[in-house]
């Protein structure tokens, strides 16, 4: 059974519908155009763009999946909320995707920064598979916001963790048990919530997202399941340990993504909010940021800065107003800009000195000029200065929580935003302003890689002086919310002036401070965990590894490959990415059928 529709409306588990308010179209789009949107949706654009970087030359993959990733932004702007893609492959109904006023401008973001990643690969001269591989993590990611039931998001939610696994393991060297201590993690966190959603049908007999989540034990199961993919503390050891890990183009398009589909998931699982999800949130801003601020590698820094912005989100979801809910999406949208567009910059950086510690830079805002005015939008746009898309973001969110958040919260998310500036003024003066401390010869920059920083850029100076654009886009209500109104530039500007000042204080003592993971040394039980489980993957892939070879070797020589220079048993990496786009077109001429 097969079926494509165009209704309205999502509710929430309480019974009434969460705050979700979605625009009408621009575009009144005749019915057959509707039925071509909802019968292809996005993610297979991805799933294709994926087996053509594979097969095709280097220069034409890429360029093909730059044009089919960024499909995604008319796709979402134009699909008619409502519109659902319905089928019964297992004899029961799963709705494949489902388009409404909170997964649409997720979406769209998503389809924006997929392509941008994808030209960033190009010009930081990332391999064919790491493409691949990356077009398949981020095609699922887009899979699981457009999900109508929660079977079809967790069957995306492990693909998005067994791709991000095998990105970070393409990279090798010791990208290697980083990788496998990642799928430790999203192992863990994958079976909580697949208890969840097994105890969630078995409460309300339905998958629909539509219909909420149960109340009790499926929900706490849930929200610590996903908690795992949003880096609650405690739990967030994954994010700094394997971002800086693999080639700058496979932390470029994680930072994007798995955090981001996990704030999504967590609005649909607690639409009318709960406290200890709040307090999460800002416990996650106050101790990343100052993580952060220890960080003396540029990468492993932003790691840190990914959890406590992801800290705001979370706490705006947790008040369970619907200005909390625009919050939350506006601040996910334009945190996947500039953190992709500092994590480029972090990228460029390396591509071009050969390190990324701020020990060994220096110098850089002469000798890369371009480079270090992307820093500073984004840098601005993630510190909340007027002018830049965080400011409006963050102030939406502060707003929220000071209308009806306890106090102490709204205290925890404006110094967290202190230290945000704290550590970018030192992220900034340590890499560009000082001289350097040693010789950097630095490599040619390629126009490719000029061209994709600036077209970064622009979303985040555009939607902070045209907040419009951004707010009109957004599911739930601003109440109101001036960003530019005379009080929130008066915070802005002491939020800023307290963050500078207190850089030019800790400038000595931070100066001193080891390269070592910090967090390594603060949570022993957490990197003993995360690595004797890698250590048992690792040991458990070889020993299957060995039990598939002999069972090749039994089956004779036509299923052996013998191609001269290559290991027999083919790489897995490749495997995974055939099999999962098997799947895909197997699904879609399901749905065709």
Partial sequence: MTGVSVAGGIGGASGHPPAVVDLPLVVDLPPIAVQFLATVPPWTAFLL???VALVASRRVGYA?????TALTIPWALLAPSGTALVVAPLGFEQTLLRVDGLARPVAAVFGFVAAVGVAYAYATGAGRRTNAVALAYMGVSVAAVLAGDWLTLLVAW???AVTATVLVWLHGGDAVRPAFRYAVYHLVGGVFLVAAVVLHYDATGSFAVADG???????ALAVLGVGVNLGFVGLHYWVPDAYPRPHVAASVVLAGFTTKVAVYALARLVPDGHALVAWMGGAM????VWMAVLQTDVRRLLSYHIVSQVGYMVAAVGIGTAVGTAGAVAHLSTHVLYKGLLFMV???????????????????GRRMPLTFAAFLVAALAISGVPGFSGFVSKGLVVKAVDTAGPDLLWWALVLGGVGTVLSFAKVGYYAFVRAAPERLDLRPAPRTLTAVLVATAVPSVLF???PGLLYGALPGDTGG????????????????????????????????????DVDRVLHPAAFRLANDGARWVIGAGRRAETAVAAALSLAGEAVRDDEPGRPRGGDLGTTLLVVAAGLGVALLLVQLG
Avoid at 64 to 68: F, G, P, R, T, Y
Avoid at 213 to 219: C, R, S
Avoid at 285 to 288: F, G, K, N, R, T
Avoid at 346 to 364: F, P
């Fill in 49 to 51: 763009a994926a087996v």
């Fill in 64 to 68: 093909v999946a730059v044009a089919l």
């Fill in 158 to 160: 492990e693909l998005m």
């Fill in 213 to 219: 989540f149960a109340d009790g034990l499926p929900t």
């Fill in 285 to 288: 801003v106050l101790y990343a």
């Fill in 346 to 364: 972090a990228g460029a950086l390396l591509y071009r000195t050969g390190t990324e510690s701020l020990k060994r830079l220096g110098g850089l």
């Fill in 464 to 466: 902070g002086v045209a």
């Fill in 481 to 516: 919310f001036a960003p530019y109104a005379t009080s929130e530039l008066a915070k802005a500007a002491a939020v800023t002036l307290a963050g500078v000042v207190g850089f030019a204080l800790l400038r000595g003592p931070l100066s001193r401070v080891p390269s070592v």
